[in-house]
């Protein structure tokens, strides 16, 4: 079975500041692993995803994450931060096998201090 | 391009009643998922449709119970609602041959009271 977890239910970081925020899977294929926001009453919009090709995916808005096989990781950066860029933040991960059914982690809540 | 939309935007039904949530894909796209989402929480697959039928399903009880019409629209229909059904659904939509492709809707908001 596949699953995801977010370190971190919140974080808070300073405008222009480095963003960071972790996801751990576990799969028993090779996953596909995405990246989602969602601003407050909307629904989630697709900031970037892995799919087998390159490892260091970039994605909208500056945002960039790396697959990581060894350490089983998908964590999502953003070298500075931006107030627009407040928001909840979640990964999902999913298989060639499972015709597009994603699993989501718990999300984690960015907030950017002026 | 519209993208997912979904309607109604809010609802509010009393314990007990059925409740019915639609979607229309995404111009192209002939898969839809549907996808419930607690206050806090991430989303969790309820069910996926293609041509016309359930292709998966995820672990919702039968309560939950859906429909895809010709114009690959689809219907997400939940009976005997519960405190616990109040949630906010998404539909998501792909094609069937990309489906890492899927577009979300801006979700229907569902209070159960």
């Known amino acids: 079975a596949q699953s995801v977890t977010q370190l971190g239910s919140h974080v808070s970081v300073s405008e222009g500041a480095l963003v960071l925020l972790r996801c751990n899977y576990s799969?028993?294929?090779?996953?596909?692993l995405f990246w989602y926001v969602q601003y407050p009453n909307q629904g989630l919009q697709l900031l970037l995803k892995?799919?087998?090709?390159?490892?260091l995916v970039k994605g909208i808005n500056g945002f960039e994450a790396e697959f990581k096989k060894s350490e089983t990781s998908f964590h999502l950066t953003k070298p500075s931060a931006h107030m627009s860029d407040a928001a909840e933040y979640f990964c999902a991960v999913s298989d060639a096998n499972q015709g597009g059914k994603l699993i989501f982690g718990q999300g984690t809540e960015l907030s950017v201090k002026p | 391009d519209a993208g997912v939309t979904q309607s109604p935007t809010h609802l509010i039904k009393t314990r007990g009643q059925q409740v019915t949530l639609r979607c229309s894909p995404k111009?192209?796209?002939?898969?839809v998922s549907w996808y419930q989402q607690a206050l806090g929480q991430g989303p969790q697959f309820i069910f996926q449709?293609?041509?016309?039928?359930?292709?998966q399903r995820g672990n919702f009880p039968d309560r939950f119970s859906g429909h895809q019409f010709p114009n690959y629209s689809s219907e997400l229909n939940v009976n005997a609602l519960l405190l616990g059904d109040s949630a906010l659904y998404l539909c998501?939509?792909?094609?069937?041959?990309?489906?890492?492709?899927?577009?979300f809707g801006q979700g229907t908001r569902l209070t159960v009271v």
């Open positions: 892995y799919t087998s090709a390159a490892t």
């Open positions: 111009s192209g796209h002939d898969t």
């Open positions: 449709y293609y041509e016309e039928e359930e292709r």
């Open positions: 799969s028993s294929v090779p996953p596909y």
């Open positions: 998501a939509s792909s094609p069937r041959d990309s489906p890492t492709e899927a577009f």
